[in-house]
C-alpha cells in the first residue's frame, strides 16, 4: 500500500466503487436516451413523408431528391441515405410513435431495427426478437441476426420436460426457458461420422458459440466432469452454470434415437450435483439429454416417471449446407462408430463450481449500444 493509500479514510474504496457505478449508470441512461431521441426522429421524418404519399400520391422519386437535400443540408449527419429513408418508411409503418417509448424496439440500436426490418415479414415475431435482444443484455446485430436465420423464436423452451411436476411453478418456467429444441449445431463444421465424444470436442473447441447456442447466462465448469461415488467413476459430459438463473444444468448426449434408459444416468447426476456442488442458495440442478431422434410419447412417459428435473430435446444440421449435411452420419453409421470407440474416459479439468459465474461470457451490450446507423454514403 502506498504512502497516499494510507493517508485516504477508511471507507474510501467503498465511496470510489459507489461513484462509479453511479456514473456507469448515467452514461448508460444517456445512451438510451439519445438512442431513443435518435428513433423518434427517424419515425418522425418517414412519417411526415408517408403522410405526403398517402393524401398527395408522391411517388419515389421524391425520396431520392429528400436524402439529396437533407444530406446536403446536414452533411455530418449519417444515416440520411435513400436506403435509410426507405428503411425508415417501413419503420413507421410497422410500429406506433408510443412503442418507440414503451417497447422494446425503442431500446434498440437502429442497426438491430433494420435487421428486424429486413429478415422477418411478421410483426409478431419482430416484436419478439426486439424483446428478447434487449432482455438479455444486448445482442450485438450479429447475435440478432444469427437467432432470427436459427428460428430461435420456434426453439426457445420448446423441449419436453417434467420441469413442471418437479419444480415449484415460478422456477419451472424459468427452468424450461433454458432449454432449446432442437439445438442447432451448425456451427461445428462436422464433415465426417462422429461419436459422442467427437460431439462433446467439437462443441468445447467451439464453446463460444455453444454458449450463444444454450442461451443467456451460460458459463462452462466441465466437460467429462469426474464424479466419484464409494470409489467408483463417473463422468459428466458437459456441465454448466447458469448465473443468471443461478443453477447448475447438465447436458448428457446421445447419437441415435431416445430410450428410456438414458434418463436414468441424467438422473443421477443432476442428484450428485444437487447433493455435492449446489450450495443453498442456489436454483435445483437441471439436466437436458440431447439426442438426435425421438418419439414424443415414449419421452413423456419416460418424464412421468423420473424423480429429477430434466429435459429431452434433438439437435440438429438441418441449416447446414446440402455437401455438409451429406457428410453427416447415419444413425447406422453412428453405431458402427460407437462401438468402435474406447470406452477409457481421459482426465480432464475440472472447475470448481464458485468460480463458474466468471467464466461466462455475455454478449455485449457496449457493441449495441455503439453501432452507427446503417448507410450507403
Known amino acids: 500500500m502506498s504512502e497516499v493509500d494510507r493517508s ?9 466503487e459507489d461513484l462509479k457505478r453511479t456514473v456507469a449508470a448515467a452514461r448508460w441512461h444517456a445512451q438510451r436516451v439519445v438512442n431513443t431521441d435518435l428513433l423518434l426522429l427517424y419515425w418522425q421524418l418517414r412519417d411526415a413523408v408517408l403522410q405526403r404519399q398517402r393524401t398527395e400520391g408522391w411517388g419515389t422519386r421524391v425520396i431520392d431528391r429528400l436524402a439529396t437535400d437533407l444530406r446536403a443540408a446536414f452533411p455530418e449527419m449519417r444515416g440520411l441515405s435513400r436506403s435509410n429513408l426507405f428503411y425508415m418508411r417501413s419503420f413507421a409503418a410497422s410500429w406506433p410513435r408510443t412503442a418507440i417509448v414503451q417497447q422494446p424496439v425503442g431500446r434498440l440500436p437502429w442497426g438491430h431495427v433494420t435487421v428486424l426490418l429486413d429478415k422477418l415479414a411478421y410483426q409478431a415475431q419482430r416484436d419478439w ?3 428478447a435482444a434487449t432482455a438479455e443484455h444486448g445482442w450485438s446485430r450479429n447475435v440478432l441476426l444469427h437467432q432470427i436465420m436459427s428460428g430461435l ?3 426457445a423452451g420448446a423441449a419436453p420436460s417434467n ?9 419451472s418456467e424459468l427452468a424450461q426457458q433454458l432449454t432449446r429444441d432442437p439445438y442447432v449445431s451448425d456451427f461445428l463444421d462436422l464433415t465426417a461420422p462422429v461419436a459422442e465424444r467427437d460431439l462433446e470436442t467439437a462443441l468445447v473447441d467451439r ?8 442461451g443467456h447466462g451460460f458459463a462452462f465448469v466441465g466437460r467429462q466432469y469426474h464424479v466419484e461415488v464409494d470409489g467408483d467413476d463417473f463422468y459428466i459430459d458437459l456441465l454448466f452454470f447458469n448465473w443468471a438463473q443461478s443453477r447448475f444444468v447438465v447436458l448428457e448426449f446421445e447419437i441415435g434415437r431416445f430410450a428410456p434408459e438414458h434418463l436414468g ?4 447426476y443432476v442428484s450428485w450435483v444437487d447433493a455435492n456442488l449446489r450450495r443453498h442458495d442456489h436454483s435445483p440442478t437441471i439436466g437436458v439429454l440431447l439426442c438426435t431422434d425421438r418419439n414424443d410419447n415414449v419421452v413423456r412417459y419416460a418424464l412421468a416417471s423420473a424423480t429429477s428435473p430434466m429435459a429431452v430435446a434433438t439437435y440438429t444440421y438441418d441449416t ?10 447415419t444413425d447406422e453409421q453412428l453405431t458402427t462408430a460407437l462401438t468402435s470407440v474406447t470406452t477409457a474416459r481421459t482426465t480432464t479439468w475440472n472447475v470448481h463450481a464458485s468460480v463458474a459465474a466468471g467464466l461466462a461470457t455475455p454478449t455485449a451490450a457496449e457493441d449495441s449500444a455503439n453501432q452507427a446507423p446503417a448507410d450507403d454514403n
Not at 485516504?8 to 470510489?16: A, K, M, R, T
Not at 420441469?163 to 422456477?171: E, I, N, Q, V, Y
Request: no cysteine.
Open 320 to 329: 447446414l449446407p446440402d455437401s455438409i449435411q451429406a457428410a453427416v452420419p
Open 207 to 214: 464453446l463460444q458459440a455453444f454458449l450463444l447456442e444454450l
Open 129 to 131: 426478437y426486439a424483446a
Open 163 to 171: 420441469f413442471p411436476d418437479r419444480l415449484p411453478a415460478s422456477d
Open 153 to 155: 423464436h420456434t426453439r
Open 265 to 268: 444416468q441424467l438422473g443421477f
Open 8 to 16: 485516504l479514510p477508511d471507507g474510501y474504496p467503498e465511496l470510489l
